[in-house]
Every structure is written in C-alpha cells, then in structure tokens.
T-cell receptor, first 114, second 112 residues
Framework: EPEVTQTPSHQVTQMGQEVILRCVPI?????FYWYRQILGQKVEFLVS????????KSEIFDDQFSVERPDGSNFTLKIRSTKLEDSAMYFC????????????FGEGSRLTVL | KQEVTQIPAALSVPEGENLVLNCSFT??????LQWFRQDPGKGLTSLLL?????REQTSGRLNASLDKSSGRSTLYIAASQPGDSATYLC???????????FGGGTRLMVKP
C-alpha cells in the first residue's frame, strides 16, 4: 500500500543550525503538508503546498521556515536557524484532492534542538 | 478560528466492550472531519473521513458520525480488542485547502 515516507526519523542539532527534513509523498497525490507535534501538545498545521507554491500557512510558519519540492518526488521542510522551541515531531502528509481529500501522514521526523 | 476538543483525554475499558469517543468543534462550517489513530512515537494512521455532506462512515468495527449542527463527531468502536489501544485523534478540515485542526486526542487502553 502506498505510503508517505520521511527522513530522517530522528535528528539532533545545535541551536542556530539549519535543518532539512525530507518527505516523499504518495506518488499520485497533488497536495502536500507539514504538521508538527510538540511533546504532549496537539498536532499543529504548518503549511500546505500545491502546484509548486504555498497555498496556506499558519502563524507558526514564519521566515525561519521554508518548503520546497526540488524534484518530482521529494518535498522538504527547511528550518533556517533552529531554536529550542522547534523541538518537535514533524509530520509530512499528502492528499490526492484538496478540501474533500483524505490526508495520509508519514511516520514523522523527531527534531531535537540542544 | 476552529477549536477541536476531545473528551475524555484517557479511557480504559475491558476487552470486548463497545465504546464511543467524542469530538466537538466550534465552527460548523467544516468541510470534512477525519479520525486518526496514533501509536506511541509513531505517525498518524487515517481511520475514517466524513465529508460535510455525510452523516457517518463505517470501516470494519469502526463507525464515525458527524453532526454539524451540534458541532459533534463520535467514533464508535465495537467489540474492543487490546490491539485497539492507542491515541485517537479527530481533526476538522477547513474550507481553504484542507488545513486540519486537531483535537488533543483520547488515549484508549483496552485491557485483556
């Protein structure tokens, strides 16, 4: 069964360093998303991406964050200068349709900022 | 702004019991509502998706309902099993590209 894959599964970084989290969405899906879950808190929306541009973003997704689809398969989230409060599980998701589409999530990338 | 709440936060039941998990949302203009399962340290597994025009969806022992007028959704699990132990999350989709707003989840433990 097709699935969303994410790498790395766990990354530890020093505060101020750049981090890139990678995702391979399901192949025939057109809409891509990043969500995050800080330990013990709710899953939060970061950004949605369609047709090579951001379609919606939350207040969390500030100038330190960027997303890119560098080729036909990968979808990346870059955090330019990590802060302690960026420590969280980051989930990539994809859907075939927009408003009425079912979202499929990856296993997540755990980011620890020291 | 959509707010999604799940009560109770935790639930423990004996194996074989039928149970209902509750989800409430503040903005009835949701486009869809999706239920997920999350095992500890793992990703989110989609269980059921209900469109705003639907009232319920069924998959195996799971049945989810949606009542937009009252701002509620329920997930019914029949004949619970220890393997059902996990955190169950509901999330409402908005009208601008499927941004999901998540509830805090209900942590379910089914005891053998």
């Amino acid at each position: 069964e097709p699935e969303v894959t994410q790498t790395p599964s766990h990354q530890v970084t020093q505060m101020g360093q750049e981090v890139i989290l990678r995702c391979v969405p399901i192949s025939n899906h057109l809409y891509f998303y990043w969500y995050r879950q800080i330990l013990g808190q709710k899953v939060e929306f970061l950004v949605s991406f369609y047709n090579n541009e951001i379609s919606e973003k939350s207040e969390i997704f500030d100038d330190q964050f960027s997303v890119e689809r560098p080729d036909g398969s990968n979808f990346t989230l870059k955090i330019r200068s990590t802060k302690l409060e960026d420590s969280a599980m980051y989930f990539c998701a994809s859907s075939r349709l927009s408003n009425t589409g079912e979202l499929f999530f990856g296993e997540g990338s755990r980011l620890t900022v020291l | 702004k959509q707010e999604v709440t799940q009560i109770p936060a935790a639930l423990s039941v004996p194996e074989g019991e039928n149970l209902v998990l509750n989800c409430s949302f503040t903005d009835s203009a949701i486009y869809n509502l999706q239920w997920f399962r999350q095992d500890p340290g793992k990703g989110l597994t989609s269980l059921l998706l209900i469109q705003s025009s639907q009232r319920e969806q069924t998959s195996g022992r799971l049945n989810a309902s949606l009542d937009k007028s009252s701002g509620r959704s329920t997930l019914y699990i029949a004949a619970s099993q220890p393997g059902d132990s996990a955190t169950y999350l509901c999330a409402g989709g908005n009208n601008a590209g499927n941004m999901l707003t998540f509830g805090g989840g209900t942590r379910l433990m089914v005891k053998p």
